[in-house]
């Protein structure tokens, strides 16, 4: 990792955090000069505490600690009450950060220790390594996923199947579906999209990738080609942090492998993807999931990479297959 990317994000973290902050203080004077009584039960809170702790530095009493704790419950429940009363502009007092689990800090706390939260690890992988950066959030999602772009035609012969590619579309939808609602099933198997060119396949991966985003998962999209020539320099230490990237890949939430196939394998790119898809497989850590698409039919795979990483696909992939007319042709007619 790139300790300046780092640098950098934090800074715009915490600038997010302070400004977050500020909002919500500025709407909890608003709501004071609106509402006085509210204001009251803050000062008495603030001040109840301190002026227990003054006393019990003066004594022993052990009844100050239980009358203190039923004042203050008393007089947050008279604050919630309130609150409540006073409807959903209450809700402005609390901070609204980005990220809920980290409060725009970058990291969760775990009593002692404390982890990157995902949200700032997509960041890095954003900006490190999904330079293409497939997933739209604004256009690439669900929402403008359009099966009318699809033919409604059924010809065995065109399309060597007995359903349209629209049918078709709408079951490797449901299949998507399926993938995200199940994705912290280890059991719940990987994708593998395959077809020609232009029918969908880098889009709805897209989608995939924008709804599990949205629930806070990480997301690294990689071609086969750049991916594995990455990795061999890395191996060779042609690059600074070797490992990191690696680490990367294998621990990702979900890792969209792009264009497998175009990659001109030989012998060493071989083994490094078969240790890369194998290594996703035996995480014991977390579920990671694979989604990996092939302009290459099954029947190429076979041909054109050792069997053991077909083995891999086959066993623990759902094999959607694409077919159609190219709908880029199609949007524009």
Avoid: W
Avoid at 92 to 104: F, G, K, T
Wanted: charge should be neutral; proline fraction near 2%.
């Amino acid at each position: 990792m790139n300790t300046t990317t780092l640098k950098d994000l934090l800074i715009e973290y915490n600038k997010k955090k302070i400004l977050a902050e500020k909002l919500a203080d500025k709407n909890k004077q608003d709501l004071y000069q609106e509402f006085p009584k509210l204001a009251d039960i803050d000062t008495k809170l603030s001040s109840l505490a301190l002026s227990t702790m003054k006393n019990l530095a003066q004594s022993n009493d052990p009844t100050l600690i239980s009358n203190l704790n039923l004042s203050i419950t008393k007089l947050k429940e008279e604050k919630i009450a309130l609150l409540k009363s006073i409807g959903p502009k209450a809700n402005a007092i609390v901070p609204h950060y980005e990220c809920p689990y980290c409060q725009d800090t970058g990291y969760i706390s775990n009593g002692l220790s404390s982890q990157m939260c995902n949200c700032l690890k997509q960041r890095i992988y954003d900006i490190e390594y999904n330079k293409s950066n497939i997933y739209n959030l604004e256009k690439q999602n669900f929402d403008n996923f359009c099966l009318n772009f699809y033919s409604t035609e059924v010809s065995k012969e065109k399309y060597h199947s007995d359903i349209s590619p629209r049918e078709n579309m709408q079951l490797i939808q449901k299949i998507s579906y399926h993938f995200i609602e199940n994705f912290d099933n280890i059991a719940e198997k990987n994708l593998l999209f395959t077809g020609k060119t232009g029918l969908g396949k880098t889009f709805l991966s897209s989608c995939i990738a924008n709804e599990l985003l949205k629930q806070g998962k990480t997301v690294l999209y990689q071609t086969a080609s750049s991916m594995l020539d990455a990795i061999i320099s890395y191996r060779f230490q042609k690059q600074k942090e070797p490992q990191d990237f690696y680490d990367h890949l294998l621990n990702v939430d979900l890792l969209i492998i792009d264009d497998l196939g175009t990659e001109g394998p030989n012998n060493m790119k071989l083994v490094e993807l078969f240790n890369l898809l194998n290594g996703r497989l035996l995480n014991t850590k977390k579920s990671t999931k694979t989604i990996i698409s092939t302009n290459l039919s099954l029947q190429s795979l076979f041909e054109t990479y050792d069997e053991r990483i077909v083995s891999r696909i086959v066993g623990n992939y759902n094999v959607c297959y694409f077919f159609g007319e190219d709908i880029r042709f199609v949007q524009q007619s």
